[in-house]
């Protein structure tokens, strides 16, 4: 196929036209411009989106209760109750698949006073195992720890907001003192939270925790839970478990099984999932209308290439007649369409792979806070992969034009003559 | 060498038109014929049949003793290019190729290297004494220096025949009778030529002259 000649021929025939072959070149380079940018947008945006809940175990579900909406045992409709604390040992124990579960409970909005300062902010109570089912980053100090539970400990660990106001920056607060609820705590630890897409009852950089044991001692409601947290083993789903939890936990608080409403759950792996086919259902779009695109480039790359084959009519006559065989001119006609498709397929992916690289080096670098984008990049195998699709678009452009062309038989160079 | 007998063709645009009704027609190898006739006699017909470009009904053609009968367009295209050099009005030449690249042009269809396929080229354009001019363009060149280039072309792949269609056509007098003088030259080195034109002037340049009437062969002269 390597022969120098048909090369040349292809070279002479593309530059003999050069605005026409460049306008048509236009439309694969931005059929395949617009489908790296997208699918790098796309990309980005699901990364974005995963790095911001990445971290968060994923594999877990949060319960918490309403008033009963069912009469059951001879309890009255509209009853409330709490879960307790020994519901999680008994979870633990019975549903063999459960790796962890989280107790926890909400704290109510109060003023925080560090000597001459004071804020507002709001309380949750935690326990250590919160730290890894939505790990923390610990800017100074440690987590809540098992003891700091067991002997209800007056310590917390204060977000990195509330540091920030009631601190001066670069000061080091462990061991010194806040007054909240009245008491004061002494400060283990500042925290800012690593999973930022996720939240369970406000910022962790905005509240300040303390052990669930004592938040119960302050509320004064005995061993009483407000959520909990259960993450399932790897190997189980937890849609799996959540049904298995629900319903010994209904059992255990005589609530009909029927009662959908009396103990709710966030099923946290059924979200990530539903995240996962939504980025699939925007790459499956993004495919379909760069692919629409380049559609439309070979149908432009094809139409120039039947031009050039009309306007060549009688050359293409005059080789068939010194003895030029039909493949020889198929082989001819594919190469043109494919050259120009290829030079100006990987221009438009050169183009679209330096557009996002500069959008991510400039744009995106630059930007603080709130990201929800992040790496616009086209992997390898998708640049691959769209290399592949342009060379079948160049070879697809070129067979009506090569039919057409076959359709020249060697009597029409010489009719016109007689 | 060339053998044709009772060759009919018709064409079917509309209206049926019997062009070649029954002709028959031998010329042996070394001759330097000239085929002329009216339009619409069917001369042209006739030079596309015996250039494998155009098919015929019925009848038998034997070039140079293989049958040129329903032959598929690869065959044909192979055939035309080791047994047939055509040379034609108006040239013919491909504009975007040099002197040398268009009388090449034959050797490549037949797959020869590039090297060997520009050295054989150049012999002829030598023997055209077009060797200075073997770099330029045709649109750099005069009516008979394309002419003898196209010439040339014919004569690369050493065919059977030349098939010339109206070779002066395009040319002045004066160039007219140096392109036939070539023609008589290749002849006289032992190729066959066969020449359709509407020149008594030309065709008395030949051996013989054979005159298409309605379809058939009117007159055979032998000069």
Redesign the interface.
């Known amino acids: 196929m390597f ?3 048909s090369w040349q ?1 292809i070279w ?1 025939t593309i530059t ?1 036209n050069k605005r026409r072959s460049l306008l048509t070149a236009f439309g694969i380079f931005w059929g395949i411009f617009m489908l790296v940018v997208m699918l790098g947008a796309g990309n980005g945006l699901s990364e974005g989106v995963a790095s911001d809940i990445q971290g968060f175990s994923e594999n877990s579900a949060l319960f918490f209760t309403n008033n009963t909406s069912e009469p059951y045992k001879g309890f009255r409709k509209g009853r409330y109750w709490n879960m307790q604390e020994e519901d999680l040992d008994i979870l633990e124990a019975q549903i063999k698949d459960i790796k962890y579960t989280v107790p926890f409970l909400m704290g109510q909005n109060v003023t925080v006073v560090y000597r001459d300062k004071s804020t507002s902010c709001n309380t949750k109570g935690n326990s250590p195992l919160y730290n890894q089912m939505m790990p923390q980053h610990m800017i100074y100090g440690r987590y809540i720890n098992h003891m700091d539970v067991q002997d209800r400990r007056k310590v917390c660990v204060v977000g990195r907001r509330v540091y920030e106001e009631l601190f001066r920056a670069g000061e080091d607060p462990i061991g010194t003192y806040l007054k909240l609820y009245n008491i004061n705590f002494q400060i283990i630890g500042v925290s800012e939270p690593s999973v930022r897409g996720v939240n369970i009852n406000g910022r962790d950089d905005e509240v300040i925790s303390i052990p669930y044991s004592v938040m119960q001692q302050i509320q004064n409601s005995g061993t009483i839970i407000h959520l909990i947290g259960v993450v399932a083993n790897e190997n189980v789903s937890m849609s799996v478990l959540e049904p298995q939890v629900e319903a010994l936990l209904k059992a255990r608080h005589n609530i009909a099984p029927t009662d959908d409403f009396a103990l709710e759950s966030i099923n946290v792996e059924r979200i990530f999932k539903q995240f996962e086919m939504l980025f699939t259902g925007i790459s499956v779009l993004i495919w379909i209308v760069g692919l629409g695109t380049l559609l439309a480039g070979v149908v432009g790359v094809s139409n120039i290439i039947m031009v050039t084959v009309r306007e060549r009519t ?2 293409i006559g ?11 001119i198929i082989f001819q006609i594919i190469k043109e369409s494919t050259v120009l498709t290829v030079a100006a397929g990987f221009l438009g992916l050169a183009f679209g792979v330096l557009v996002l690289d500069l959008a991510d080096k400039f744009l995106l670098q630059n930007m603080t806070g709130e990201v929800f984008f992040k790496n616009p990049q086209i992997n390898f195998t998708v640049a691959l992969s769209a290399a592949a699709i342009i060379l079948l678009c160049g070879v697809l452009a070129g067979i009506l034009p090569a039919y057409r062309a076959l359709q020249i ?3 029409d ?2 009719r016109e ?2 | 060498m060339i053998h044709l007998t009772d060759i009919n063709k018709t064409y079917y645009n509309g209206a049926a038109l019997h062009v070649l009704k029954g002709l028959n027609l031998q010329i042996d190898k070394g001759e330097f014929v000239a085929i002329m006739g009216s ?1 619409g006699s069917g001369k ?1 017909t006739l030079l ?1 049949i015996v ?1 494998i ?2 098919d015929y009904d019925s009848g038998s053609y034997y070039l140079n003793g293989k049958l040129i009968k329903d032959l598929s ?2 065959n044909s ?2 055939y ?3 047994m047939i050099g ?1 040379v ?3 040239f ?1 030449l ?3 190729k040099t002197a040398l ?1 268009n009388v090449a ?2 050797l ?3 797959g020869v290297r ?1 090297n060997k396929r520009n050295k054989i080229a150049m012999e002829y354009l030598d023997r055209m004494g077009l060797t200075e001019w073997a770099d330029h363009l045709p649109s750099e060149l005069s009516g008979g220096q394309k002419q003898r280039i196209a010439i040339a ?1 014919a004569l690369v ?1 050493n065919p059977q025949v030349i098939l010339a ?2 070779p002066t ?1 395009a040319l002045d007098s004066q160039t007219s009778i140096e392109v036939m003088e070539i023609l008589q030259q290749v002849n006289r080195e032992g190729m066959t030529i066969v020449m ?1 034109t509407h020149d008594p002037e030309m065709a008395a340049m030949s051996h013989k002259i054979i005159k298409i009437r309605d379809g058939v062969i009117g007159s055979i002269e032998h000069q």
């Open positions: 022969d120098l000649d021929e002479v003999r009688k050359e005059v080789r068939r007649a010194i003895g030029a065989k039909p493949a020889s038989k060697a009597i160079a010489i003559e007689n | 339009s042209s596309n250039g470009l155009d367009e690869k295209a192979v035309r290019n080791n055509f034609f009005q108006s013919n491909i504009t975007f690249e042009l034959p490549y269809y037949q590039r072309r792949t269609d109206e056509g359709v």
